[in-house]
């Protein structure tokens, strides 16, 4: 099992240290669309015992600030010196309707505690970003969660179907948005076509991304907002594409 850079850093400071100590690799940042996605916030937990004693009946307790996660412990029955025992148990309940409720992101804390016998043993706390319903944490920390941002069913997308649907019908073609039913590639291609000539006619202006305070990734507009406001960045052009595309019963991919 590997751990980040600043684990073993930790593993380091812990050999010099008389109680067992705490390793763990958390998420940078989490969102209400990697709680959908089943995406873990705990990554690895390990605790080493580096020292010369025996521990015994040792609780491990994780709590969170703001309250995202919901506590969780677990009981170590025995730690005898050299021991390394990682955690295989890593699954924690969220609150849903907190991360949902997110407007603005937030810095959150999870602390890791571990105890026997009434004497705190160690204690790690770890910072984490918590990030608003609508935003994207960037390349660095979400890029296999950005298809969690295409809407198909989104109002704004079915406005722009059924003027892909008119520009078929305009040109001679079925206005039937029908993927590949077909199963000519030249059907797919022109409803792509179709797709695409729709959301330029709706005759968008770049706009920077919606206000937000951080420095990686940003926050996504619907596409209902999109078409209402005829303002995107690149990247809400994108995903209002792909989301046009799969409602029209194509599969869209999205290339970084």
């Not at 980040?4 to 763990?24: G, H, L, W």
């Amino acid at each position: 099992m590997q751990f980040s850079e600043t684990s073993e850093a930790e593993n380091q400071e812990a050999s010099k240290s008389d109680n067992p100590a705490i390793v763990a690799d958390i998420a940078a940042c989490f969102t209400y669309a990697s709680y959908q996605n089943a995406i873990p916030v705990i990554r690895s937990i390990l605790v080493e015992n580096n020292t010369d004693r025996h521990f015994e009946h040792c609780r491990i307790e994780l709590t969170a600030s703001p309250a995202f996660l919901r506590p969780k412990s677990w009981i170590v029955d025995r730690l005898v010196p050299g021991d390394r025992l990682v955690l295989a148990d890593r699954k924690v309940e969220f609150d849903p309707g907190y991360l949902s409720g997110l407007n603005e992101a937030e810095r959150g804390e999870i602390t890791l505690r571990i105890a026997s016998g009434g004497e705190i043993l160690d204690e790690k706390r770890l910072a984490v970003r918590l990030l608003a319903r609508d935003e994207w944490g960037g390349v660095a920390d979400m890029v296999q969660l950005l298809p969690a941002f295409v809407m198909p069913n989104d109002p704004g997308v079915a406005a722009v179907l059924r003027m892909a649907a008119e520009r078929l019908n305009a040109h001679g073609h079925s206005g039937g948005l029908d993927g590949y039913q077909s199963n000519n590639p030249q059907r797919a291609y022109m409803l792509a076509a179709a797709v695409y000539s729709a959301i330029a006619g709706i005759g968008l202006h770049y706009a920077e991304p919606p206000a937000s305070f951080e420095s990686r990734g940003q926050k996504i507009r619907r596409p209902s907002t999109v078409a209402e406001e005829r303002l995107a960045t690149c990247l809400d052009t994108t995903l209002l594409f792909a989301a046009g595309l799969e409602a029209a019963g194509l599969n869209p991919v999205i290339l970084m």
